[in-house]
């Protein structure tokens, strides 16, 4: 297990030189600070004084909070492997931005490319390694209680990922074409300003027919849309859960792709319990990122709970009393 720290450290910077570092706690903003380099001489020194305050006064607010051990941001990107592999990574984000991702156009014609996610905890890995991946600003607000990351990569600076969309996402491919008609010139803007709006609605969505797009429903898609979508839980056995209204010929692709394991509901998403949610997450989980640890819980939690039943200890089920309290805090982090 190890510590998890709320608050934030943001760089500052004056034109191109670097001023220091400014640490915020969101809602609890009257008790951030800044280090600066010339207070402290060295951007490492002042870097290690943001830290320490973080850490210190994370403790005193009470907003300090455990989870299972995790290795450092950079050290998980490397192993990710996926992620430095150009396809997998390309099919994962299409996934993610299929279905957390956003394309618009202003009332000024300026594309835009935009991604949330809410967590009160830390920036959420993906939504870092988006802006490593394709640049873009990112900013955090208040939104219903719950803090929102969001990412925003607007105009020339969109063409890499939208281009990543056109060729690898299914419900947006068509936004992503039109929206790279901007850089062009043989649509008018007015005219893009429009499909662009249309295609937002449900009924256009649902239009889509996933099935044209079959080659692209891979692993690495799947895990980004379960990372946008899903949702992991367990009360008694493990349960997947994976909603998808905008696009019930996508959801049936899905079901389908898993050998009609679970249920399809309403048309709205696919349940896979117990056996089944295992076999899913076992095969999505090296292509996770968001969910990743909640899934390796889960299936150690499955691992603790069937194959261990005859030799299991009590530390084996004070280990999945902690597994299964962790699942359960990440739906309100």
């Known amino acids: 297990m190890e510590l998890v720290y709320a608050g934030s450290i943001t760089i500052r910077r004056y034109r191109t030189k670097l001023k220091g570092h400014s640490v915020g706690f969101g809602k609890c903003g009257h008790h951030g600070s800044f280090f600066g380099v010339q207070k402290y001489g060295t951007e490492e020194a002042a870097f290690e004084a943001a830290k320490s305050y973080r850490r210190e006064t994370s403790d005193k607010l009470g907003l300090t909070t455990v989870r299972p051990s995790m290795e450092s941001f950079w050290e998980r990107v490397t192993n990710c492997g996926f992620l430095h592999t150009e396809n997998q990574s390309n099919q994962y984000f299409a996934g993610f931005l299929d279905g957390d991702g956003c394309i618009s156009m202003s009332k000024e014609y300026l594309i835009c490319v935009g991604v949330s996610q809410s967590c009160d905890s830390q920036i959420p890995l993906v939504i870092e390694y988006l802006q490593y991946r394709y640049g873009g600003c990112l900013s955090s607000t208040k939104r219903n209680a719950r803090t929102a990351h969001i990412i925003r990569v607007s105009g020339l600076s969109s063409v890499p990922i939208l281009t990543n969309m056109a060729t690898n996402s299914i419900l947006k491919t068509g936004q992503a074409e039109i929206a790279l008609h901007c850089f062009g010139g043989e649509v008018s803007k007015e005219d893009i300003y429009n499909q662009l709006a249309n295609c937002k609605l449900l009924e256009s969505y649902q239009r889509v027919n996933a099935r044209e797009y079959t080659d692209r429903l891979t692993l690495p898609y799947i ?61 999505i989980e090296p292509y996770l990122v968001y969910k990743r640890d909640q899934a390796i819980c889960a299936l150690k939690i499955r691992e603790y709970s069937t194959i261990h039943v005859q030799k299991r200890t009590v530390d084996d089920k004070n280990h999945i009393v902690q597994l299964a309290s962790y699942i359960k805090s990440q739906k309100y982090t």
Request: proline fraction near 2%; charge should be negative; charged fraction near 20%.
């Open 223 to 283: 895990a980004g849309i379960f990372d946008a979508e899903g949702c992991i839980t367990f009360d008694g056995s493990i349960r997947v859960k994976l909603a998808q209204r905008s696009s019930p010929s996508l959801l049936g692709m899905i079901h389908e792709f898993f050998g009609g394991r679970g249920s399809v509901e309403n048309n709205d998403y696919i349940v896979w319990h117990a056996a089944d949610a295992a076999s899913v997450l076992e095969l």
